[in-house]
């Protein structure tokens, strides 16, 4: 028996109050600690992952191996999406974050062959698809792990100290690129070592957390994760989601286009135009502007002297009009180059990069716009957490077919303007599709209802 199960007592309601650990052992097995390691799990690797990709084509000069990689790790992330439940409650979340992290660090370290080894290109690609894989271990767990520390009035607070450790990943790993490439016209292998030693760090981490059965939350109950449903729970809850809600296909047009964007972004706009030293410092820039951009959405859609009819409106209207503020301006500067050319690579000192960098900050404010606002979206429709996950898993499968389809698109050399109209277009089209379903479902108060669920083995409840 653990020193911290050593007495047990019982509350009013029934629940299980048990004695917390004193000391050291109270401050490691703490909520905050552990959930604190866990953003520090991601920051090692998705979040540098992130800043590698902003810089376009993965830091290199011909931008195509990355882009087939990228389309190899959607592709798996979105088949691992189904299985990964399983694999978390057989293995345990620990073991499962673990297996997680191996593959940013062997992504990453893949870069640093192919700079080494121009003839590397499959082994990046392979290593992207295994990071695929990896990626849906990883979030599985994260997930898992984020909804068993905290208590109910706890978990805005434990939500925001986890993406704040991680988004702080990406922009880091920008900020260390441009250090060590402020004087360069070429990534340099110093990055990618970087790059490879915090994610060998990240890797580590998952081994020094503390098992969840031995921690006790602020209220005195025990930690316990959630179990995921197998995967034919998973494959016939969407489908039970989908019959008795249909409206949730009309936000499937916004699921898909919302990493369309950022293979234009990173790879045809600021791997195709800027030297190495400005594609750092948009990276930069770019992973900055998404903490801005999420907080000012945030703030008006939670904004409550105003219904909440009004709120969805005003941020449909507000992602119109950054989408077409945002495309008619990248259109000026798209017309006047196309994939083939030789172009002159725009330095920071060049007397035009200051509007080529405010828009590559409008680029990162749209993101997290977009990105916030289809969760919101989501929350609008429903109070039910059953539902709340499968709106959330058709969202991270939508999203990554859409990411693989696109980024192989540009990996097979389809001009610039095609995948910029594309991108555009798709992003209008989500909007307008998620129009009718704000106008009839979204209320001023969200009612409570419970949909069809499934067991973890797939049979009705």
């Not at 191996?65 to 999406?81: D, E, G, R």
């Not at 801005?292 to 904004?303: E, K, P």
């Amino acid at each position: 028996m653990s020193d911290i199960e050593k007495k047990d007592y019982s509350s009013e309601d029934g629940e299980h109050i048990l004695e917390k650990p004193t000391g050291l052992k109270a401050f490691y097995y703490h909520p905050v600690t552990q959930v604190v390691m866990l953003g520090f799990v991601c920051f090692m690797g998705p979040g540098l992952n992130n800043a590698l990709t902003g810089l376009g084509g993965g830091g290199q000069i011909d931008p195509t191996t990355n882009a087939n990689a990228n389309s190899a790790l959607y592709a798996t992330f979105a088949f691992m999406a189904f299985f990964a439940g399983s694999v978390n409650n057989k293995l345990g979340s620990r073991l499962t974050l673990l297996l997680g992290t191996f593959g940013y660090c062997l992504y990453i370290g893949s870069y640093l062959a192919l700079n080494i080894h121009p003839n590397a290109k499959a082994f990046v690609i392979a290593a992207g698809a295994i990071l695929g894989v990896c990626a849906g271990l990883l979030w599985t767990a994260q997930g898992s792990l984020m909804l068993s520390y905290p208590t109910e009035s706890q978990k805005g607070l434990f939500i925001g100290i986890f993406w704040g450790i991680f988004n702080l990943g990406g922009v880091v790993g920008a900020a260390v690129s441009l250090g060590q490439n402020i004087h360069s016209e070429v990534l340099g292998n110093g990055t990618y070592i970087g790059f490879l030693v915090l994610t060998g760090i990240g890797v580590l981490i998952p081994l020094l957390m503390a098992n969840p059965s031995k921690m006790v939350r602020a209220d005195g109950t025990r930690v316990t994760t959630p179990r995921h449903p197998s995967w034919k729970a998973e494959i016939l809850g969407l489908f039970v989601a989908i019959r008795t809600d249909p409206m949730i296909i009309l936000l499937f047009p916004m699921f898909f286009a919302s990493n369309w964007f950022y293979t234009w972004q990173f790879n045809d706009y600021n791997g195709a135009l800027f030297n190495i030293r400005g594609r750092s410092l948009n990276n930069l820039v770019y992973w900055l502007s998404q903490i801005f951009g999420s907080l000012a959405i945030g703030i008006l859609l939670d904004n409550k002297r105003v219904s909440r009819r009004v709120r969805a409106f005003a941020g449909w209207s507000v992602l119109l009009a950054m989408v077409f503020i945002v495309h008619i301006w990248g259109y000026f500067y798209q017309r006047n180059y196309k994939r083939g050319d030789h172009i002159t690579l725009i330095d920071i000192y060049d007397s035009g990069y200051p509007a080529h960098i405010w828009f590559f900050i409008f680029c990162g404010l749209l993101d997290a716009m977009w990105q916030t606002t289809a969760y919101w979206m989501m929350g609008a429709m429903s109070n039910d957490p059953a539902k709340l996950a499968y709106l959330t898993g058709f969202y991270k499968s939508i999203q990554s077919a859409g990411a693989a389809g696109v980024w192989r698109a540009d990996g097979v050399g389809i001009p610039y303007m095609n995948i910029f109209l594309s991108t555009w277009v798709l992003l209008v089209f989500g909007l307008l599709c998620a129009l009718p379903m704000l106008y009839i479902r979204v209320k001023n108060h969200t009612e409570d209802e419970t949909t069809a669920r499934v067991d973890e083995h797939g049979e009705k409840l």
